[in-house]
T-cell receptor, first 114, second 113 residues
Framework: AQSVSQHNHHVILSEAASLELGCNYS??????LFWYVQYPGQHLQLLLK??????LVKGIKGFEAEFIKSKFSFNLRKPSVQWSDTAEYFC????????????FGKGTTLSVSS | GAVVSQHPSRVICKSGTSVKIECRSL??????MFWYRQFPKQSLMLMAT?????????EQGVEKDKFLINHASLTLSTLTVTSAHPEDSSFYIC?????????FGPGTRLTVL
């Protein structure tokens, strides 16, 4: 069965530090990959997505992610975090076919201190 | 972007009652919608896939008789939590599929007393 692993449960950074959150998935077929963010008390928002093409994907708020097919990974990065990036981050995968659900990782809590 | 709404946003009910949650795609048609459940500080767990005009597909461990799903039109799916108990208290989120991307509703916070 498909699964998504997020290795970091809780990451604590100071402002301006660089961020990398790990995400690995287990599925041998063609997948679509997503990172979502959930700010405290708010609903899920899409940060970025990868369907095909350039494996380096740029999203909103300065985030980017790189799809490395050989490693089944889709790590999220940001060169310099801000206090406002404090949130829960979810990696998700879906099969590249219509009508399939997202499978979410367990999430990573990011706490940024000012 | 596509908009998905949920109603109500919050509901508090007594144990043993039933609660209906609506999920609507406001500006597009969705033949497939999904229902997720999120416990505090945990990830979203897929409960079921709602298919317009046919029976929902439930994930393993989800009781179909307790969580009734109806997808009567291309813009509306409903989740009814029957005979709710305190352990059903959770955050329920729906999403609708358009063009390979899922758009999420704002969620419904259910509290069962």
């Amino acid at each position: 069965a498909q699964s998504v692993s997020q290795h970091n449960h809780h990451v604590i950074l100071s402002e301006a530090a660089s961020l990398e959150l790990g995400c690995n998935y287990s599925y041998g077929g063609t997948v679509n990959l997503f990172w979502y963010v959930q700010y405290p008390g708010q609903h899920l928002q899409l940060l970025l997505k990868y369907f095909s093409g350039d494996p380096l994907v740029k999203g909103i708020k300065g985030f980017e992610a790189e799809f490395i097919k050989s490693k089944f990974s889709f790590n999220l990065r940001k060169p310099s975090v801000q206090w406002s990036d404090t949130a829960e981050y979810f990696c998700a995968v879906t099969l590249n076919q219509a009508g399939t659900a997202l499978i979410f990782g367990k999430g990573t809590t990011l706490s940024v201190s000012s | 972007g596509a908009v998905v709404s949920q109603h109500p946003s919050r509901v508090i009910c007594k144990s043993g009652t039933s609660v209906k949650i609506e999920c609507r795609s406001l500006d597009f048609q969705a033949t497939t919608m999904f229902w997720y459940r999120q416990f505090p500080k945990q990830s979203l767990m897929l409960m079921a896939t709602s298919n317009e005009g046919s029976k929902a597909t439930y994930e393993q461990g989800v009781e179909k008789d307790k969580f009734l799903i109806n997808h009567a039109s291309l813009t509306l799916s409903t989740l009814t939590v029957t005979s709710a108990h305190p352990e059903d208290s959770s955050f329920y989120i729906c999403s609708a599929n358009r063009g390979g991307e899922q758009f999420f509703g704002p969620g419904t916070r259910l509290t069962v007393l």
